[in-house]
């Protein structure tokens, strides 16, 4: 049996006024896979994942998800789809709860099977005590978690995570690591960018890794450090662009 | 569309409003204020507080000897607690009646001085008497006028006929019970209050688009739109909650003036008329909002430019605005205008919802607020949702 595509980028490039984002970005993702798209800061990863969920055009190429164009096929597309964006967007005036209550309710999901989901995912990102407090009272890791819970309420089946546990406390991150891992049991594909290379490495089936919008490398973390004889991803980062891909602070 | 998408944001705001101060204190708290503080400093009635009547008489004596209705406008006028103003236009002298000036008017007959001839000439003959009557019109509205000016206008009389002292059980002439006119005894404020419900609504402009301008930096018209909710279901969603925040708005502003004194003179069409052009005329700011939104980049510069939108529609069109031939000229250009015209006509002249005037009205609201409203949909969808 073939495994099914679920995300198709096919020549993709996109350019703004100065700058090429992404130059000629080409990866398939199979159903049910877990994908990280690794990458320094600006190397074009939410730039991948905005026009993955339709919120921004390619310049050309195309993206089509589970067979359906971006473009043409918005509508069908957004109801399989969750995007947790890198930046939390959440009502800080509603409770944690209250906001994916918001989000659940804007999906044709049946109310009592939204309901388990809310109250499953609340537990599981560990904010059952906190769900009914107001978003703006959050701390940061918490309004990431709950930012993370509105993506998956309507129980989508491809998901699109950028930078998830950025500027998280870990145990913040290990709570989103395991949701994570859950989710790809479930058999959720999921496409995760990160700049953090042991996050890859302990999660992902394959990752993509780019540098200024172009892919420079393409396979799972075990083929890669055997390919490149290198222990961990972070020196197959230099080795393929001879930088670190965190900038050190001066 | 689909509704329960649409009403659960509109719920959103809802909530929005309760939680968020400075909505609440912009869009509730401070037109309740202001309506609380103009009716205390403008709300006194001119009449009711003295003790001084103003009655119009109308002399329609045609008889031969005038010194009878001569007598009987010196007798009312020597009375300490009656002002007599006499007209010769009986119209004028209802239009007075009707905004408050006098508070009672009297026709004298046509053959009023016969009468009292006859009286004279055989006071205790009651069988040769030729009988007349006096109409006497009273302002419902004050129940001291109906109660107090009759008696006084029988004792003027009775004073004509038969001089100071002379209680006379008797006359040929009757002053008729008084036919009760709905005479509107208007303060500075009453005057006032249609204005102040435009007031408060023009401000939803600057709340529609401080919140379309804070959900936008906060990525939360993004991931609105990665959703399957349609624009057209999200702006529906907002107009509706802004209509709804209007209306409540406004029965927040009446129920306050309303405890101060204010009293419409209309019936249940005309003040739920009243609250449609309300809500009608929220539309016209969400749009306004929405093109303020598309020009700031961001929530501060939003305010500022709000009040481009904002301040016009205050001075030109509100109970701010002044009384010059400039003025009145410019106004023709902001829909507050014709809001305050439609809800003075209707809450305080007592237009009948089908009358010309305030159709007219109730038409530019509507065109203002569809243009606006288009307008600002598509501005903001276009350039402003980036
Ligand atoms: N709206 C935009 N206008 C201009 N340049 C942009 C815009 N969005 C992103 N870029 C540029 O595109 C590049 C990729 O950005 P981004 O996708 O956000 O990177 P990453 O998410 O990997 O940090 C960066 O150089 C960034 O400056
Ligand atoms: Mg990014």
């Not at chain 1, 130059?23 to 320094?40: C, S």
């Not at chain 2, 689909?2 to 705001?13: C, D, H, Q, Y």
């Not at chain 2, 006929?161 to 036919?179: K, R």
């Amino acid at each position: 049996m073939i495994a099914k595509k679920a995300v198709v980028i096919d020549h993709l490039t996109k350019t703004f006024d100065d700058a090429t984002a992404l130059a000629d970005l080409n990866v398939e993702i199979k159903a049910g896979e877990l994908f990280g798209l690794l990458g320094p800061n600006g190397a074009g990863k939410t730039t991948t994942i905005n026009i993955l969920c339709g919120l921004q055009e390619p310049t050309s190429g195309s993206v089509r998800i589970c067979g359906f164009d971006v473009g043409n096929g918005t509508r069908k597309v957004k109801e399989l789809i969750g995007v947790c964006p890198q930046e939390p967007a959440l009502y800080s005036y509603l409770t944690g709860r209250e906001n994916v209550e918001l989000f659940g309710s804007l999906y044709s999901v049946p109310k009592d099977r939204m309901r388990k989901n809310i109250d499953a995912l609340i537990e599981k990102i560990g904010l059952t005590e906190d769900a009914n407090r107001r978003v703006s009272k959050y701390s940061g890791g918490m309004q990431r978690r709950i930012n993370l819970a509105v993506a998956l309420v309507h129980d989508p089946d491809i998901v699109f995570l950028d930078e998830p546990t950025a500027a998280m406390d870990p145990q913040s991150r290990h709570a989103v690591w395991d949701v994570i891992r859950d989710l790809n049991r479930q058999g959720k594909t999921i496409i995760l960018t990160t700049h953090y290379m042991e996050e890859a490495e302990q999660l992902c089936d394959r990752v993509g890794i780019i540098d200024h919008g172009e892919l420079v490398a393409l396979d799972s973390p075990a083929q890669l450090k055997a390919q490149y004889c290198e222990e961990t991803l972070e020196d197959v980062f230099i080795q393929l662009t001879g930088k670190r891909i965190r900038e050190e602070p001066k | 569309m689909n509704f329960p998408r649409v009403s659960s944001l509109t719920k959103k705001e809802q909530k929005k409003l309760l939680r968020e101060p400075a909505a609440l204190f912009l869009i509730i708290l401070f037109p309740i204020a202001l309506t609380l503080a103009f009716g205390v400093s403008f709300g006194a009635v001119g009449g009711t507080s003295a003790t001084t009547y103003q009655v119009g008489v109308i002399n329609a004596d045609v008889s031969p000897n005038h010194s009878w209705s001569q007598h009987f406008v010196a007798n009312l006028a020597a009375s300490q607690i009656l002002k007599v103003t006499m007209y010769t236009d009986e119209a004028a002298a209802h239009a007075d009646l009707a905004q408050g000036k006098i508070q009672a008017l009297i026709v004298i007959p046509a053959n009023f001085g016969i009468s009292c001839d006859s009286f004279a000439a055989a006071p205790s003959d009651a069988t040769r008497w030729i009988a007349t009557s006096i109409p006497l019109y009273c302002d419902s509205g004050s129940m001291f006028a109906t109660q107090a000016i009759p008696p006084l206008l029988e004792q003027a009389l009775a004073t004509t006929l038969s001089g100071a002292h002379t209680a006379a059980v008797a006359l040929p002439v009757q002053i008729e019970s008084p036919s009760l006119v709905q005479a509107t005894e208007r303060s500075a404020f009453d005057y006032m209050v249609p204005g102040i419900f435009a007031y408060a609504v023009i401000f939803l402009t600057m709340t529609v688009a401080q919140s379309f301008t804070v959900d936008r930096e906060k990525g939360l018209l993004r991931r609105i739109g990665i959703t399957p909710t349609t624009p057209t279901e999200f702006m529906t969603s907002q107009s509706v909650a802004n209509m709804g925040i209007a209306v409540v708005q406004v029965a927040l502003v009446f129920a306050v003036a309303f405890a101060v004194g204010f009293r419409p003179n209309a019936a249940v069409p005309g003040l739920v008329l009243a609250f449609g052009i309300v809500a009608i005329f929220a539309l016209c700011n969400v749009g306004f909002g929405l093109i303020t939104a598309t020009v700031a980049k961001s929530p501060g510069s939003a305010t500022g430019i709000a009040f481009l939108f904002i301040l016009p529609q205050m001075f030109l069109g509100t109970f701010v605005a002044a009384a010059s031939s400039g003025v009145q000229a410019a106004a023709k250009f902001v829909p507050s205008y014709y809001v305050t015209d439609a809800l003075t006509s209707l809450l305080l002249r007592g237009a009948p919802v089908t009358s010309p005037l305030v159709l007219k009205d109730i038409a530019v609201v509507v065109g203002f607020s569809f243009v606006a409203l288009v307008v600002g949909v598509v501005l903001f969808r276009r350039y402003g949702n980036a």
